[in-house]
């Protein structure tokens, strides 16, 4: 990955983690808190689940996520640097933004997790979640622009061959046999759930690379008076 995924700070925590079949209930992205009610200023964990993978250009073939990027805004969660729960087979990474506030602190921070191997990949037709764990910041309703990035792998050979090389102890000219070459390459697709509108349609780019769609959003109580 090139500069999106540039990350700073691993996160080593416990592993949490939930694949299964997509339902109409799971479609896009979004959180899922279990029943439990996410409250100000008390530690809970939320669940940002993605509900399929993305589409080739041919609109037919389905392709698995093989990254998943949230960034999570200092009024939900200030210091997120032992947030995201580790998955077997990714790597979680937190990246402060660039853009700080007056006390020269973080606006947001960017959790990143990342397949390890493409046997990792998330099922293009299956749903994931990606547990976050937070003493929640601010109460009220949170957007989390969320990024996925899936890839279709290209596998290029080039045949074995014989050649004519020089012996380099010899210096005469011998045949030499070189075996097959296999490389793999890849072309990224992405879908940004960027949207301020929880009711805002997917959109998809004019080269069918990339879609928009509805951002995620967390809403955070206040606690209970005392």
């Not at 700070?9 to 279990?34: K, M, N, Y």
């Not at 689940?49 to 993305?54: A, K």
């Not at 004519?164 to 759930?193: C, G, H, M, N, R």
């Not at 951002?215 to 606690?223: F, L, M, N, V, Y």
């Amino acid at each position: 990955m090139k500069s999106l995924w540039k990350k700073t700070v691993v996160i080593l925590t416990a592993s949490a983690i939930t694949i299964g079949t997509a339902t109409s209930a799971s479609a896009h992205a979004g959180f899922d808190t279990r029943g439990v009610v996410p409250t100000k200023g008390i530690s809970s964990v939320i669940l940002l689940r993605i509900g399929h993978g993305c589409v080739a250009p041919d609109g037919v073939t389905k392709v698995a996520t093989h990254a998943l990027s949230a960034v999570i805004p200092a009024a939900l969660l200030a210091n997120p640097a032992s947030a995201a729960m580790q998955i077997p087979g990714f790597n979680a990474i937190v990246t402060p933004s660039t853009e700080k506030d007056s006390a020269g602190a973080a606006i947001s921070n960017t959790i990143t997790w990342t397949a390890k191997d493409d046997i990792f990949d998330v099922n293009p037709v299956g749903f994931a979640e990606f547990g976050i764990r937070g003493n929640w910041a601010t109460a009220g309703k949170h957007w989390v622009d969320t990024t996925q990035i899936c890839r279709i792998a290209t596998k290029t050979v080039t045949p074995a061959k014989i050649k004519t090389v020089t012996d380099p102890v010899t210096k005469l000219k011998i045949k030499a046999w070189f075996p097959a070459v296999t490389k793999k390459s890849y072309q990224e697709l992405k879908i940004s759930w960027s949207v301020r509108d929880s009711a805002a349609p997917t959109v998809l780019s004019a080269d069918k690379t990339s879609e928009t769609g509805p951002a995620p959003s967390i809403t955070i109580a206040e606690p209970a008076a005392k």
